[in-house]
C-alpha cells in the first residue's frame, strides 16, 4: 500500500535494494503465492528479499510491501504503521508464510492505494482486526493480533500473497479516483482516509 512521506521511521534496511515493483498486468501479481519452506529460514536469500522489500517500501513511499510485487512469488511481505493521531505506530517488520484468522465481518471501509496499481485510490471493505500467526526471516514464530489500519495494511498485503489487488475487495466502483482527484474532492471530506 502506498503511503505518506516517511517522517518518524529510522531503518537499518537501506543496505537492502531497490527493486523495481511490478503493476497489475504482470502475472506474477494474479498467482498464488509459495510458502517458504523452513530449510531457508535465515538465509541470505530470505533476508536479503526482507531487507530489499524494506528499502523499496520506503523509498516508493509505500506502508506495505508483497514480495510478489518485486516478482518473487514467495509468501513474505513487509509493512509498517506510521504513528499518527490516535494511532500507534508499528516499526518496520518483515512477516514469513503469515496465516491470517479473519476477526469480525469485513465491513470496515477505508481508503486504499496500491503500488501495483499507481494512482488510483477506493474505498476497501475490511476486517476490522486479524491474528496473525507468522515467521521472521530467520524463522521465529510470531503471534499477534492487529486491529484498524494495521489491521488493513496486513489484510491488503497479505492478499497479494494470494493474487488479489485491492480492486477486486472494492464493493463501490464509484469510490475510484485517481489520487490527484481524490486530494482535491475526497481528502477533505469526513471520510475515514487511510493510506
Ligand atoms: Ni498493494
Redesign the pocket.
Known amino acids: ?1 502506498p503511503g505518506r512521506e516517511r517522517t518518524d521511521v529510522t531503518t537499518r534496511a537501506l543496505d537492502g535494494r531497490h527493486r523495481a515493483v511490478v503493476r497489475m498486468g504482470n502475472p506474477v501479481l494474479r498467482e498464488r503465492a509459495q510458502d517458504i519452506p523452513h530449510d531457508r529460514f535465515g538465509t541470505r536469500f530470505l533476508r536479503d528479499l526482507g531487507r530489499d522489500l524494506l528499502r523499496t517500501m520506503f523509498e516508493d513511499n509505500g506502508v ?1 510491501l ?1 514480495a510478489p ?1 518485486v516478482g518473487s512469488g514467495v509468501r513474505v511481505f513487509a509493512y509498517y504503521v506510521p504513528g499518527e493521531g490516535d494511532r500507534d505506530a508499528v516499526p518496520p517488520r518483515v512477516l514469513v508464510n503469515p496465516v491470517l484468522t479473519l476477526v469480525g465481518e469485513p465491513t470496515e471501509l477505508g481508503w486504499e492505494g ?4 499507481p494512482g488510483l485510490r477506493g474505498m476497501v471493505p475490511r476486517h476490522p482486526a486479524v491474528k496473525v500467526s507468522t515467521f521472521d526471516t530467520d524463522g521465529n514464530e510470531l503471534t499477534f493480533e492487529a486491529e484498524g489500519f494495521h489491521a488493513r495494511v496486513i489484510q ?2 497479505h492478499d ?1 500473497l494470494d493474487g488479489i ?2 480492486l477486486d475487495r472494492m464493493t463501490d466502483m464509484s469510490s475510484l479516483m485517481f489520487e490527484e482527484e481524490w486530494e482535491q474532492y475526497a481528502k477533505e471530506k469526513d471520510l475515514p482516509v487511510e493510506v
Not at 496500491?114 to 496499481?117: D, K, N, Q, R
Open positions: 500500500m506495505g508483497a510485487q496500491c503500488l501495483s496499481v491488503h498485503e497479494h489487488v485491492f
